[in-house]
């Protein structure tokens, strides 16, 4: 499914030189999710939409029962500790919210052979009251008591299979083989129930957050965003599908568009089937120039990050706040949402450092160099589980490791792409910077261990937020 403009495989920098009224850094968008008044208590009806980030607010207030359980203060202080932390914090507000055993508890009984389709009907035939109700799990005929082990089984069995890709929701992501990105043509497999699949996805992830459970399925990293209301950007973009991304970019590099016949339309493919979309009303009638080549850009920023799979991402939003707390929310980042709802991975060190690759100023000397033996010696000593997993987020784009380990990690073309660090002179860059299509991570040649240490932390941190550390 690609867009109607030609590809272009070049390898381009983030600056655009070309085309001094349009800055790619500083185009961002954040989705606002609107309720729509009803009277239905188990299912809200919704509408979402991205607006620009500097329209777009988020409620820092949060009251239950006429109890005040959060304010901007909590959020501000809450926002700088340790993720550890944070999310005692978050289940700290969660637990005000769940409702008391004795007031009435939920029981989910479900068939092993109809797994998903049993979860589904039970899930969703519950009111928004009772999504925050303490939860019971049980396989029919099976006598297990759950204490915690068939809750926590449940939620890996159903996330992965709700996950998989045979299923038809959802699909790898172009740039990264491990995050899954929604399926534009989900209604295809699942033509009568699709967007209930999606709804029922919202819910059990809200949950998970909730019980402090795990999801199984890495998605790309600006449903993230969606999710805790975070500014998207072009890097998102870039991030998701790269290759489209550089076949934008270099349009702003061009002095006359004609040539390229360009409208306000991408083409989509389903089954073998084509048809145009337009990005905004008659867009198949409005020619691209040079004087509204900016609007062309964020019109396919919108689409490709929101607009072409709307429908399946207002249900899953509407389904996860069916019990998450916004305001709660606003204290996590992209990457560190990701990591409570799929865990810390276990990460074999010795298995990454011996599929690293070299290159650059590093390609001859390699391990033996005094910069590489510093960084390895500040991630295996210095860096703690979540800070590893977020050097793995930072230059791969997920914490994800494959099942067979480092040898196998692929890059956006789905060919194996090792690990890879790529010196550069510490005149061209105070940080590090990282190249998630090709798992790469251009490192400065640093004067000091204690300096290395300092800039890759400050840049792995950073890299949740959206913000350029530049």
């Not at 309720?35 to 777009?56: H, I, K, S």
């Not at 289940?91 to 508890?105: D, N």
């Not at 019990?323 to 990457?335: G, K, Q, R, S, Y």
Request: with cysteine.
């Amino acid at each position: 499914q690609t867009g109607k403009h030609p590809v272009d495989g070049d390898t381009l920098g983030i600056d655009v030189d070309g085309m001094e009224s349009f800055d790619f850094s500083k185009s961002a968008y954040v989705r606002k999710l609107t309720f729509l008044e009803g009277n239905d208590a188990r299912m809200r009806t919704g509408t979402v939409q991205l607006v620009p980030a500097n329209e777009a607010a988020v409620d820092s207030r949060l009251v239950h029962q006429n109890k005040s359980l959060l304010g901007y203060a909590d959020i501000a202080t809450n926002q700088t500790k340790p993720l550890e932390e944070k999310t005692q914090w978050f289940q700290s507000i969660c637990s005000q919210l769940t409702s008391p055993w004795e007031e009435g508890h939920v029981k989910l009984v479900i068939r092993r052979r109809a797994l998903l389709s049993d979860s589904v009907d039970a899930v969703m035939s519950l009111g928004r009251d009772e999504m925050r109700k303490r939860w019971r799990i049980e396989f029919l005929n099976e006598p297990a008591i759950d204490a915690g082990g068939v809750t926590r089984e449940w939620f890996q069995l159903v996330s992965e299979q709700i996950f998989d890709p045979d299923f038809g929701l959802w699909q790898s992501s172009v740039n990264n083989q491990m995050c899954m990105q929604i399926n534009p043509a989900s209604n295809v497999s699942c033509p009568d129930d699709h967007l209930v699949y999606f709804r029922f996805l919202g819910r059990i992830m809200g949950r998970a957050l909730f019980d402090r459970q795990l999801m199984k399925g890495h998605m790309v990293r600006h449903l993230y965003k969606h999710m805790l209301g975070w500014p998207i950007t072009f890097e998102d973009l870039e991030a998701q599908d790269e290759e489209y991304y550089q076949s934008l970019k270099k349009f702003t590099t061009m002095d006359d568009l004609s040539v390229m016949c360009l409208d306000f339309t991408v083409t989509e493919e389903t089954l073998g089937v084509r048809r145009d979309v337009e990005l905004i009303p008659g867009g198949n009638m409005k020619e691209v120039t040079k004087d509204n080549l900016s609007q062309y850009l964020e019109a396919n920023l919108r689409y490709r990050m929101m607009d072409r799979t709307k429908p399946q991402l207002t249900e899953m939003l509407l389904g996860f706040f069916d019990i998450v707390p916004e305001p709660a929310l606003t204290v996590f980042d992209a990457n560190e949402l990701e990591l409570i709802l799929c865990g810390l991975p276990t990460i074999d060190m010795e298995d990454w450092q011996s599929n690293t690759i070299y290159s650059g100023l590093l390609e001859l000397k390699g391990k033996r160099d005094q910069c590489v033996k510093w960084f390895w010696e500040v991630v295996n000593d210095d860096f703690d589980q979540e800070m590893k997993a977020r050097l793995l987020q930072f230059v791969t784009g997920t914490s994800g490791v494959p099942t067979r380990g480092f040898s196998v990690l692929q890059g956006n073309d789905g060919n194996i792409k090792k690990f890879c660090i790529h010196g550069v002179d510490r005149q061209q860059y105070m940080y590090p910077r990282a190249h998630t299509c090709f798992n790469r991570i251009d490192l400065p040649n640093y004067s000091s261990k204690k300096e290395l240490y300092e800039k890759l932390k400050q840049a792995v941190t950073l890299s949740g937020t959206g913000f350029d550390i530049e």
